[in-house]
């Protein structure tokens, strides 16, 4: 098993400009998650979805999007990209549920200019 | 916000002396869990401890849970150099379908050979 993916690993934007942070998990988890991490901040939690057809914000949800079409994907949106969302991005998986141990993917590390 | 809490922030020893690493929360918990996470990489689970457990052993692991104090902590006994990390706690505060876990800030573990 791969277990979770992330792509890309790294990406420059400038401000204003779209993406999608991708995120795949062979694991066949139900619970899918999305966190930032920054300096001194630890994780926080962007978005979360506890199977396919199903989101729910975190603590941090603004500027960012997501969808569940399947239990496999689950892809980040950024909508129009700003300076403070330069942070590294980890998307994580859990089964059944996200209070459970949740395996990590390698991360994506995103540069806003 | 962040639920648990590590301390030290930092903390350096030299190889094959023991660590110790502490986390406090603030509301009740269903299970604490500790990640480790090395340079430049995602969260890797080390072990999971629920509310009605005391302690928890794996390997060169030992993690405690003391609910009334809100108090975790884990010990890694002989460290090596391959030890030298950053370690968060991570609660989960309820079951159902939101479960989720709430990360503390970290702490940087450095191992001197």
């Known amino acids: 098993n791969a277990g979770v993916t992330q792509t890309p690993k790294f990406q420059v934007l400038k401000t204003g400009q779209s993406m999608t942070l991708q995120c795949a998990q062979d694991m066949n988890h139900e619970y899918m998650s999305w966190y930032r991490q920054d300096p001194g901040m630890g994780l926080r939690l962007i978005h979360y979805?506890?199977?396919?057809?199903?989101?729910d914000q975190g603590e941090v949800p603004n500027g960012y999007n997501v969808s569940r079409s399947t239990t496999e994907d689950f892809p980040l949106r950024l909508l129009s990209a700003a300076p403070s969302q330069t942070s590294v991005y980890f998307c994580a998986s859990s089964y059944p549920l996200g209070g459970e141990t949740q395996y990590f993917g390698p991360g994506t590390r995103l540069l806003v200019l | 916000s962040q639920q648990g809490e590590e301390d030290p922030q930092a903390l350096s020893i030299q190889e094959g002396e023991n660590a110790t690493m502490n986390c406090s929360y603030k509301t009740s918990i269903n299970n604490l869990q500790w990640y480790r996470q090395n340079s430049g990489r995602g969260l890797v689970h080390l072990i999971l401890?629920?509310?009605?457990?005391r302690e928890k052993h794996s390997g060169r692991l030992r993690v405690t849970l003391d609910t009334s104090k809100k108090s975790s902590s884990l010990l890694i006994t002989a460290s090596r150099a391959a030890d030298t990390a950053s370690y968060f706690c991570a609660t989960a505060k309820n079951t159902g379908a939101n479960s989720k876990l709430t990360f503390g800030k970290g702490i940087t573990l450095s191992v001197r050979p």
């Open positions: 979805s506890v199977g396919a057809g199903i989101t």
């Open positions: 401890i629920r509310s009605n457990e």
